[in-house]
């Protein structure tokens, strides 16, 4: 493998979405599966479903409580004048988990704002900021792997 700088390395990306846009959008398909894979290991080690979601089968659970189920890869499109593709979690809760919610405990309407006690944060796992570090290692390597071969086939 040849090593690239950065700089280097964003101008081969640019080019190759021009010029051979359909292995690269194919590679960013294998890419955000294999994030994919990994953002769902993180989840179900971090994120444990409650008892009530345990003892439900999943043909009867209610659409709220699939969070482990909705993680999604999203369309190619371009940002910047380079081809991107992004994962996320469908679910309409999945943002609570990720970095919490307000919360203020012990506040009653009728108190008015006067009494209102200090909101805070509830519990959140940030399943992708634990993937994110271990997984750009693994997807330098794959890119440089991938524009050695690209270059090889004469392609680039």
């Avoid at 690239?4 to 979405?17: N, R």
């Avoid at 846009?21 to 971090?46: I, M």
């Amino acid at each position: 493998m040849s090593v690239v700088s950065v700089g280097e390395y964003s101008e081969i990306m640019k080019k190759a979405g021009q010029l051979i846009p359909k292995e690269t959008k194919k590679f960013l398909k294998t890419e955000t599966q294999k994030l994919k894979r990994h953002l769902l290991r993180e989840a179900n080690n971090s994120v444990t479903p409650s008892k009530i979601e345990e003892n439900i089968d999943d043909e009867n659970r209610p659409r709220h409580l699939k969070y482990h189920k909705s993680f999604k890869a999203g369309k190619t499109y371009k940002y910047n004048q380079a081809l991107s593709k992004r994962v996320f979690n469908a679910s309409r809760h999945g943002w609570f988990i990720e970095s919490g919610r307000p919360v203020a405990r012990g506040y009653k309407k009728r108190d008015g704002y006067r009494n209102m006690p200090t909101i805070r944060r509830s519990k959140h796992y940030k399943v992708y900021g634990k993937v994110i570090p271990p997984f750009e290692k693994i997807w330098s390597d794959d890119t440089e792997q991938w524009v050695d071969k690209m270059m090889k086939e004469g392609k680039l």
